[in-house]
């Protein structure tokens, strides 16, 4: 029966011709604009991830405390609510630092008549302080300390990295949403124009008594297979945009974003998008009620 | 197997009101051969449609097979019409369909398992004698084989009961006789047959019970 049924739905799609041509494209254009927001906005995801990791904060000391007491100073710290680790960086420490970032204008440094950077503690926040309000709190928090000049440091960039990541997928469902909805129309059409050139079957099917479900399901079906066509199109597009694409900017993304590869949508993601169009083509396919005859 | 009690139809057109049947009672029994008589318009092919519930009755009762078929739902109507072939006077063959994907088309809309599709199908070509055309197209087909070819379409089913509406109506002498031997074959295999036609002369040379139908009325029921 099956085979029946599918049968008629690759006949259907024949005959609703290039319309259905059209509502596979726009199922393809859908899906391409869905998957590739997702794809950035996946991407972003990991990088604020990993920058969430790496978030310091700088905590400047007035002077540099005498060895004996430094124990006791990053015992302090390290007691604030909202610290994962202290590590002590003294002004020689700062210095070296400097000259390594320095690079080959290094030399430069040698010749400030003294060691102008302050020491400080490198603090790592915990997890539960890598939000911008907890982040907030803990700087204050470390201010208060009487030895402290100075607190720099936070995770606003990365909240703000993270709210980008956040418009770029509210974007990306905006504009596939407002195509999936012209998709569906389309597919609607293409259904209905198909309704038109099998209302003699339907009679017939209806005359001789077939259930409604398999008066039905040719046309779902058929709906289905243009959402499904259209989604292995837009997967195809994906895959060949990110093949030519990926390779392109990753250079530049792992310099900005710290990202050394773009990762491609995972399976799931792929499997998502498939069901998507094939949900997009049977509701096309569903809407376009033909006339019900008695 | 057929019974009409005092059954009246009205067609309505906007506000006019239009009488298709009026007080219409009879009863068929199984294995008869009943012919319609009428000219165009008086209530044959409405009084079909009641049998096979494409149309409801205004007032009175439809039983068929027993029920009463204003009172079936969805489901129970597609299981009556299983049960019932029709037949009208265009053959309503699908035009991009050989006649035995025409024929077999019914089956496999059905359900039917595909290994006994062939012989059914087979079986019903050769009670009309098209077996030779089973691969034809409807526009290959003269209108009495196209005719032929809707018989082969509503017998394939077994239905215990075919309603034929006008089946000869476009067709000459010759291809009408083709038709008519057909009809007789399908009765004498079992089938109760309802054939309505406006061909009076037809309904006297098939030497069958007649039902006369007259501006929605049975003026004379004989043989």
Redesign the interface.
Known sequence: MFGFLMGEALRDLRRAGRVAVSAILLVTLSLAALGGFWLVSANLDRAVGRWRDRVRIIVYLKREPAEADLPQLLERVHAVPGVASAVYVSRADALRALKQVLGKDAAVVDSLPTNPLPSSVEVTPAATAATPNAAHQLVERLEALSEVEEVAGGVDWVERLSQWQRLLTTIGLGVGAVLALAAILTVTTATTLVVHARRRETEIMRLVGAPELTIRLPLLLQGMLQGLAGAVLALAALSAMYSVVAPRIEPLVSLTLGLPRLAFLTPLNLLALTLAGALLGALGGWLARGGREA | MIELHRVSKIYSVGPVKVPALSDVSFRIDKGEFVVLAGPSGAGKTTLLRLL????LPSDGEVEVFGSDVASLR??Q????????G?VFQDA?L?PVRTVYENVA??L????TP?RDITARVFDALRVVGLSSRAQAYPAQLSQGEAQRAALA?AIV?KPPLLLADEPTGSLDDAMAAEVFEVLRDIWTGGTTVVLATHQRRVAVALRRRTLALEAGRVVKDEG
């Open positions: 096979y519930r494409a149309d969805r489901a109507v597609a299981a009556l019409r299983r049960s019932i029709v309503k699908l088309f019914v496999r809309v059905l359900g595909r379409r089913r």
